[in-house]
Structures are given as structure tokens and as C-alpha cells.
């Protein structure tokens, strides 16, 4: 099992960024994905999960309205597609896939909320 986010970046606050993860190594249409960060000095918390058809979504407070995930089963990849960014979403973002008791991550991408 491989994912491989993509996308981060320095970005000004009220900006967007569109994150990526690509998996591989599983049948990515059977399962759901999602999405945590860990800012500096924090504990990593769930961002937002997708279900392997894309018909339930979830959010944590501080991002609903402003986050939305998606996938693309075809693609093997899931999305984050992030707004009206602030201080405060900095963080290195990690999906995450859990397949049969065993829980992948993969290595992060950095996301800078910053003027």
C-alpha cells in the first residue's frame, strides 16, 4: 500500500489550495480515505473522511464550508480542495487508508497559511 499526497504550498490566508493522494497497492474503490493534519506542537486530528462510493462525507467544525473532499475511484485518488484558508489550517496534511485493521498513512504535505 503506497499514498502519495501532493499539493501543499505558502499560500495567503483567504486563499486555496487543492490537495491530492494517490494510492496504490489496494483496491482503492472498496475503501474510504481520509484526511488529518498535524500543525506544530498539536496532536494530528481528522480533517474530513470520504466513503469508498463518495456518498458520505464528513467534516470537522472548523473546516465545514471551507473544505470538501472528493475521489476519484478511477484515478485512485482522493482530494482535498481547501478555501478561504487561514492562519490557523497551517499544518503538514496526511491522508490516511484503513484496510483490513491495518492503517496506512502517507508522508505529509506541508500547507503554510501565511502573509
Known amino acids: 500500500v503506497q499514498l502519495v499526497e501532493s499539493g501543499g504550498g505558502l499560500v495567503q490566508p483567504g486563499g486555496s489550495l487543492r490537495l491530492s493522494c494517490a494510492a496504490s497497492?489496494?483496491?482503492?474503490?472498496?475503501?474510504?480515505m481520509s484526511w488529518y493534519r498535524q500543525a506544530p506542537g498539536k496532536e494530528r486530528e481528522l480533517v474530513a473522511g470520504?466513503?469508498?462510493?463518495?456518498?458520505?462525507?464528513n467534516y470537522i467544525d472548523p473546516v465545514k464550508g471551507r473544505f470538501t473532499i472528493s475521489r476519484d475511484n478511477a484515478k485512485s485518488t482522493v482530494y482535498l480542495q481547501m478555501n478561504s484558508l487561514k492562519p490557523e489550517d497551517t499544518a503538514v496534511y496526511y491522508c490516511?487508508?484503513?484496510?483490513?485493521?491495518?492503517?496506512?498513512w502517507g508522508q505529509g504535505t506541508q500547507v503554510t497559511v501565511s502573509s
Open positions: 490516511k487508508s484503513r484496510i483490513r485493521a491495518l492503517t496506512y
Open positions: 470520504i466513503s469508498s462510493g463518495a456518498g458520505y462525507t
Open positions: 497497492g489496494f483496491t482503492f474503490s472498496n475503501y474510504g
